[in-house]
């Protein structure tokens, strides 16, 4: 019996280390010209807030820490990261009609204000991205100005 547990503890481990090579492919693109910081000016206020709290989901440049590297927690957070960007990547912000840009930064909006925004599993581990009313309300300022200003026609 006792030979059974542990022939069956090694298999456990063994099985453990092999799923260590399936690595899903890492998050870590170039930022580029149609990144949202080089799209228009946001307040390094609104930038510190979404890069602690949105960006490595919903964008090309995810932060890593070592624990990522594990095979669970990788294959978990590279789903979020698959199905954060498909809704909004803010690396590719440019590549957006205006009316997309409007409407994202509606959702945006309302996705913060409700709470569904950052993840509670993001949230829980990371704490600089548990937001307070003053960054909520400072996020949502912006985007009313920004969202004036894609309104407006532009005038050069
Ligand atoms: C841990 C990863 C993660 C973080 C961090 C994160 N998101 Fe998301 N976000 C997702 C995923 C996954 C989806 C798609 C599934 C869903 O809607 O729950 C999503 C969807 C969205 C959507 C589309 C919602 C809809 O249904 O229309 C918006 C807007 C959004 N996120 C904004 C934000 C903002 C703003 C932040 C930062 C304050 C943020 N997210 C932080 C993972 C994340």
Redesign the pocket.
Known sequence: MKKILRLGGLLLVAVFLAMQFFQPERNSGEVTAAHLYRQTQVPPGVQR??NN??????SNQTNYDWYHRLALVSWL?S??????K???NFSEWGSLSVIDRIG?LE??????KRG????K???FI?HE?R?STAQVDS?AEWIRHYQEGLLLPVSE
């Open positions: 807030m979404l709290a949105c960006m490595d989901c919903h957070i789903q979020h990261i698959t199905e954060g498909q809704e909004l994202l959702d945006m909006s309302g996705e913060v569904a925004m950052p993840l599993s993001y949230s990371h991205a937001l996020l």
